[in-house]
């Protein structure tokens, strides 16, 4: 089984097992998925990624108690990554460095699209200098914005300014573009290859089952 | 089709097509193999690695032109990747730089095996701060010294080492140790994720697919 740790707290329980039943008909591995409790919003500042790091490494403690074979926490920040491999004995997989390392593997110069004014930390080290600028897209500043009305045209909007300045390649910089579907629509008009961070996390994890 | 790149220069079918035939059994896509001209012994020093470039570029246009929906240099140095990415406009896919990429999702400090005193460059620049160290199996200087007598033994020391020195990690940093198949031997010896650079590619390939 693989635990997945969603950082967006969600009641119901078909969100919160979107990201590991898109890992599942992917790659044919079994998931328990699991949130941090009190962060509707998610992870959207420095502020929000502290506050959810003990939670994720509690949580990472519990899946891996319960039997998980490797754990992916689910948001391409890669928040309490370091930590969360200190804490427990089985392979962690951030989405943000899975994504960023599919990338590397696809393209030469990665546009990064994320929901924030910067590209994640995590991701920028796994680039290095195949970064080729990062974009958010306009008026959407949490990963619950991306569902509000005109939130996919801002994303492609934003990733054509991407493409405009040199991008060959596209990373989503952030889970909730999973969750909105959008990687299909942006290929299909875009024509360039689109990492989703989800679909990476689960492709790392496909490898080591 | 997926187009590969042998950068041994191999007579015999079977040995030829030994990588399309992994990463066609593990991930369903078809491959056609081809082998650059006159290295019978490989990419094995700088000056067998600049004498392989252009035999590289041109393989690679004579696939593009065939149909290849993407190719993979089937070599941890990955030679002539960028090279070759500027040559056609298709994805092109480096067995080391893949192979480091699915390295950092899996683990944090990175140890890599090869076949020379040094990781090669493309590897360590993916791996950055992960990097945590390099052995060279005792007597072997190129590809085909690892499957004369002795040359899975000294893969497997070479392996122990860089665990006694803290890798977490390990990192197959020559494709002809997919060859000899030594992947499993390691993980059920030694009990860490390893890291093949062949199939780390095929990985890639089948993410774009």
Redesign the interface.
Same mark, same amino acid.
């Given at each position: 089984m693989h635990g997945i740790i969603r950082v967006l707290t969600c009641d119901d329980p078909t969100a919160l097992g979107a990201h590991g039943r898109v890992i599942e008909e992917r790659y044919a591995l079994a998931t328990v998925s699991r949130c941090i409790p009190g962060q509707p919003h998610g992870i959207h500042d420095d502020e929000s990624e502290r506050r959810a790091e003990p939670k994720i490494v509690s949580l990472a403690r519990e899946l891996a108690d319960e039997g998980a074979e490797a754990l992916i926490i689910s948001c391409a920040a890669d928040p309490a990554l370091?930590l969360t491999?200190e804490a427990v004995d089985i /392979?962690v997989?951030?989405a943000g460095? %899975?994504a960023?390392?599919?990338s590397?593997?696809?393209?030469?110069r990665v546009g990064v699209i994320g929901i924030r004014d910067q590209a994640p930390p995590a991701v920028r080290?796994?680039l290095?200098d195949h970064f080729a600028g990062s974009a958010r897209p306009h008026g959407v500043h949490r990963t619950t914005d991306l569902s509000a009305p005109g939130g996919r045209e801002a994303v492609v909007d934003a990733a054509s300014e991407l493409l405009g300045s040199g991008a060959d390649t596209l990373l989503l910089a952030c889970t909730g573009l999973n969750t909105i579907g959008i990687r299909p629509l942006l290929e299909e008009r875009l024509r360039v /290859?689109v990492?989703d961070p989800v679909? %990476?996390?689960g492709?790392?994890a496909?490898?080591?089952a």
């Open positions: 370091d491999r /392979p997989i951030g460095s %899975a960023a390392a599919v590397l593997g696809l393209g030469r080290a796994v290095g /290859p990492v679909l %990476a996390a492709l790392m496909s490898y080591a």
